[in-house]
């Protein structure tokens, strides 16, 4: 099975902070995703990346970077904290197009405060 | 209009009782497509992919029409344990695009 690692599980940042959400993948898949999931607005898509130095913006990339030197580890920055970064954040990846779905990881709940 | 349409719920339904799920996509070159569960505070996670001439998994049904752009999920004699948010998910298009467009699911709550 796939298996994608996020770091941590709950973390804890003060606004204006610089927060690294690390996501690792074992299964040698071309694309990763990040995506922060809220009540009532479901998973909105933040980062993508087709391959290792690729990145895409999602539907919502501001206030967010990403990072992709390796493979399988695609990286997501939130430069400066603020308290609307309050979410759960969720890392996938998935091999390939058509009728592959995603993996995802367990997820980090971010709160800054 | 939203790219993937759900009754967001709940569906409170008895045990044993059948209960179905709709789901619209507005992309007509949407060429995947899949039904995820998320419990509570965990990620989501592949339920059943759908095909197009519909396809079962146990007590779960999955069925597409391309031609209304609809997708529904079947979930035949309810367990306690079929409580979650079921998402409806489509990939954005055909060819090479890869990113996959999530309903905001519909919560299904199976009482005792």
């Known amino acids: 099975d796939v298996k994608v690692t996020q770091s941590s599980r709950y973390l804890v940042k003060r606004t204006g902070e610089k927060v690294f959400l690390e996501c690792v993948q074992d299964?040698?898949?071309?694309?990763m995703f990040w995506y922060r999931q809220d009540p009532g607005l479901g998973l909105r898509l933040i980062y993508f990346?087709?391959?290792?130095?690729?990145?895409e913006k999602g539907d919502i990339p501001e206030g967010y970077s990403v990072s992709r030197e390796k493979k399988e580890r695609f990286s997501l920055i939130l430069e400066s904290a603020s308290t609307n970064q309050t979410s759960m954040y969720l890392c996938?990846?998935?091999?390939?197009?058509?009728?592959?779905?995603?993996?995802f990881g367990s997820g980090t709940r971010l709160t800054v405060v | 209009r939203k790219e993937v349409e759900q009754d967001p719920g709940p569906f409170n339904v008895p045990e044993g009782a059948t209960v179905a799920f709709n789901c619209t996509y507005s992309?007509?070159?949407?060429?995947?497509f899949f039904w995820y569960r998320q419990d509570c505070r965990k990620e989501p996670k592949l339920l059943m992919s759908?095909?197009?001439s519909g396809n079962e998994d146990g007590r779960f049904t999955a069925q597409l029409n391309r031609a209304s752009q609809y997708i529904s999920l079947l979930i035949r004699d309810s367990k306690l344990s079929d409580s979650a948010t079921y998402l409806c998910?489509?990939?954005?298009?055909?060819?090479?695009?890869?990113?996959?467009?999530f309903g905001t699911g519909t919560l299904l709550a199976v009482q005792p």
């Open positions: 299964m040698d898949h071309e694309n």
């Open positions: 992309n007509s070159a949407s060429q995947s």
């Open positions: 759908v095909y197009s």
């Open positions: 998910v489509v990939n954005e298009g055909g060819g090479a695009t890869n990113k996959l467009i």
């Open positions: 990346s087709y391959d290792v130095k690729m990145k």
């Open positions: 996938a990846s998935r091999a390939g197009t058509g009728g592959y779905g995603y993996t």
